[in-house]
C-alpha cells in the first residue's frame, strides 16, 4: 500500500497520478518528503473566535446608533444656549475690545420680573372662572344687602311719589297767595306762613273754626280760630312756628285767636302732581310738578279753584292720564325744593322754596 501524499500548499490530500492538486490547482512536486505526511495546521479556540467574530459584528452594528446619539445631544446642547442667550442668562459683554461671555449666578431682577408677569395670576383666573351671570347675582345680592337712605326719593317708587304729590298738595290750596315763598328770606317767609296755617285751616279743619266773640269784628270776621292750631299746622307743614311778632302785626289777632272770614264755598285749590326729581345734595330735591283741578285763567290771569274731595287721597296716586280725564290739562306748573329727613307720617318733608307758574 502506497503512503498517502498531502499538498504542500493546502494540506489536501493528493490524487496519485494528478499532476495538480485537485483542491487548490498548486502543482504537485515529485519526490517532495511534505507531501507524505499532513501539513500541520495552526490550532485555534474556536469559541473565541466565534464570540471575537460576533462581538465586532455588534460593534459594527453599534457605531450609528452611538453616531445618532451624540448628534443628538449636541444639538440639544445648541438649543439650549440658544434659549439662554434669548432669555438673558447668557448674554454677550461688548463693553470691551475682547468679547466676553457673561453668565450670571442670579437672575436679573428684569427677568424675575418677566417671568412673573408671564406666571397667570390666581385671581384673574378665579374672575375667568366666574360667569357673567354669577357676577350680576352676586353685584345684585350686594345692592340688595346695602342699607337704604331713609332720605332717597325716587319717583319710580308709588310710595314716594304719593307722598311728595300729596305734601305740595297742601301748598296749592291757598292758591295766589303762595307763589313765591322762599323759607331763608325772613322779612317775607312769616307772611308766608300765617297764610299757609290759616288757610289749610280753614280748608281742612273746621271744628277748629270759631264764631267770632268781638263785635268790633262781626261786620269783617265771621270767625276766629286759635294761633295754637296755626301753629301746629305751620310747624307740622313747615317745620316752623309763627312769629308772635307776626300774630301782633295783624289786626285781627287777639287773645290767642286770630279773627277771619271764612266762606262756606271755600274749595281747595288744585292737585300738585311731581313730573321730576333732581337731588341737590343727600337731603334736599328739586321737584317739578303740574297743579290740576284749577280752570283757566279768567280775567285777572289766575286760574280759578275747583273744588275736589281733598280726603280722597287716590288723586295723589293717579297718572297723569287719569287726572286729565277728570280736570282736563294742568292749570298751573311749580317748582319747589323740599328737604327729607323728617320722622313725620303727615308731613316727612319741609319746604324750602315753592313757585307757582301760570
Same mark, same amino acid.
Given at each position: 500500500?502506497?503512503?498517502?501524499?498531502?499538498?504542500?500548499t493546502?494540506?489536501? /490530500?493528493?490524487?496519485?497520478?494528478?499532476?495538480?492538486?485537485? !483542491?487548490?490547482?498548486?502543482?504537485?512536486?515529485?519526490?517532495?518528503?511534505?507531501?507524505?505526511?499532513?501539513? !500541520?495546521?495552526?490550532?485555534?479556540?474556536?469559541?473565541?473566535?466565534?464570540?471575537?467574530?460576533?462581538?465586532?459584528?455588534n460593534?459594527?452594528?453599534?457605531?450609528?446608533?452611538?453616531?445618532?446619539?451624540?448628534?443628538?445631544?449636541?444639538?440639544?446642547?445648541?438649543?439650549?444656549?440658544?434659549?439662554?442667550?434669548?432669555?438673558?442668562?447668557?448674554?454677550i459683554?461688548?463693553s470691551?475690545?475682547?468679547? @466676553?461671555?457673561?453668565?450670571?449666578? @442670579?437672575?436679573?431682577?428684569?427677568?424675575?420680573?418677566?417671568?412673573?408677569?408671564?406666571?397667570?395670576?390666581?385671581?384673574?383666573?378665579?374672575?375667568?372662572?366666574?360667569?357673567?351671570?354669577?357676577?350680576?347675582?352676586? &353685584? @345684585?345680592?350686594?345692592?340688595?344687602?346695602?342699607?337704604?337712605?331713609?332720605?332717597?326719593?325716587?319717583?319710580?317708587? @308709588? &310710595?314716594?311719589?304719593?307722598?311728595?304729590?300729596?305734601?305740595?298738595?297742601?301748598?296749592?290750596?291757598?292758591?295766589?297767595?303762595?307763589?313765591?315763598?322762599?323759607? !331763608?328770606?325772613?322779612?317775607t317767609?312769616?307772611?308766608?306762613?300765617?297764610?299757609?296755617a %290759616?288757610?289749610?285751616?280753614?280748608?281742612?279743619?273746621?271744628?277748629?273754626?270759631?264764631?267770632?266773640?268781638?263785635?268790633?269784628?262781626?261786620?269783617?270776621?265771621? !270767625?276766629?280760630?286759635?294761633v295754637s292750631?296755626?301753629?301746629?299746622?305751620?310747624?307740622?307743614?313747615?317745620?316752623?312756628?309763627?312769629?308772635e311778632?307776626?300774630?301782633?302785626?295783624y289786626?285781627?289777632?287777639?287773645?290767642?285767636?286770630?279773627?277771619?272770614?271764612?266762606?262756606?264755598?271755600?274749595? /281747595?285749590?288744585?292737585?300738585?302732581?311731581?313730573t321730576?326729581?333732581?337731588?341737590?345734595?343727600?337731603?334736599?330735591?328739586?321737584?317739578?310738578?303740574?297743579?290740576?283741578g284749577?280752570?283757566?285763567?279768567?280775567?285777572?290771569?289766575?286760574?280759578? /279753584?275747583?273744588?275736589?274731595?281733598?280726603?280722597?287721597?287716590?288723586?295723589?296716586?293717579?297718572?297723569?292720564?287719569?287726572?286729565r280725564?277728570?280736570?282736563?290739562?294742568?292749570?298751573?306748573?311749580?317748582q319747589?325744593?323740599?328737604?327729607?329727613?323728617?320722622?313725620?307720617?303727615?308731613?316727612?318733608?319741609? %319746604?324750602?322754596?315753592?313757585?307757582?307758574?301760570?
Open positions: 500500500m502506497s503512503q498517502q501524499k498531502y499538498c504542500t493546502c494540506g489536501a /490530500p493528493l490524487i496519485e497520478g494528478k499532476a495538480f492538486c485537485t !483542491s487548490c490547482g498548486a502543482p504537485v512536486t515529485a519526490g517532495d518528503p511534505q507531501q507524505t505526511t499532513a501539513p !500541520s495546521l495552526p490550532i485555534t479556540n474556536t469559541s473565541n473566535q466565534i464570540n471575537s467574530d460576533v462581538s465586532q459584528t460593534k459594527a452594528k453599534k457605531k450609528p446608533v452611538g453616531l445618532i446619539v451624540v448628534l443628538i445631544v449636541v444639538l440639544l446642547a445648541v438649543v439650549a444656549v440658544v434659549a439662554l442667550f434669548a432669555s438673558g442668562v447668557i448674554r459683554d461688548q470691551s475690545d475682547a468679547t @466676553e461671555t457673561v453668565i450670571p449666578t @442670579e437672575l436679573d431682577e428684569a427677568s424675575v420680573d418677566e417671568d412673573e408677569a408671564s406666571e397667570p395670576k390666581s385671581d384673574a383666573s378665579d374672575d375667568a372662572m366666574v360667569s357673567t351671570a354669577e357676577r350680576e347675582e352676586v &353685584e @345684585e345680592r350686594e345692592r340688595k344687602e346695602a342699607p337704604v337712605d331713609p332720605n332717597a326719593l325716587d319717583l319710580s317708587d @308709588e &310710595e314716594d311719589a304719593f307722598l311728595v304729590n300729596k305734601y305740595l298738595s297742601n301748598f296749592t290750596e291757598i292758591g295766589n297767595l303762595f307763589q313765591q315763598y322762599d323759607a !331763608s328770606n325772613t322779612a317767609a312769616q307772611r308766608y306762613v300765617f297764610a299757609f %290759616l288757610v289749610y285751616t280753614e280748608l281742612n279743619d273746621p271744628s277748629a273754626i270759631l264764631p267770632t266773640d268781638e263785635p268790633e269784628y262781626e261786620a269783617h270776621a265771621n !270767625s276766629r280760630i286759635p292750631v296755626l301753629n301746629e299746622y305751620a310747624e307740622t307743614y313747615l317745620k316752623t312756628s309763627i312769629s311778632n307776626t300774630f301782633n302785626n289786626s285781627r289777632c287777639v287773645n290767642g285767636y286770630v279773627y277771619t272770614s271764612v266762606s262756606d264755598d271755600r274749595v /281747595p285749590w288744585g292737585i300738585a302732581k311731581a321730576n326729581l333732581v337731588p341737590i345734595n343727600d337731603k334736599e330735591y328739586l321737584v317739578q310738578f303740574d297743579i290740576y284749577g280752570s283757566p285763567a279768567v280775567g285777572n290771569g289766575f286760574p280759578e /279753584p275747583q273744588g275736589y274731595d281733598l280726603t280722597n287721597e287716590n288723586y295723589y296716586r293717579m297718572p297723569e292720564d287719569e287726572l280725564d277728570e280736570f282736563g290739562l294742568p292749570a298751573q306748573t311749580g319747589a325744593i323740599i328737604e327729607t329727613g323728617y320722622d313725620d307720617e303727615v308731613a316727612p318733608f319741609k %319746604l324750602i322754596t315753592f313757585v307757582m307758574f301760570l
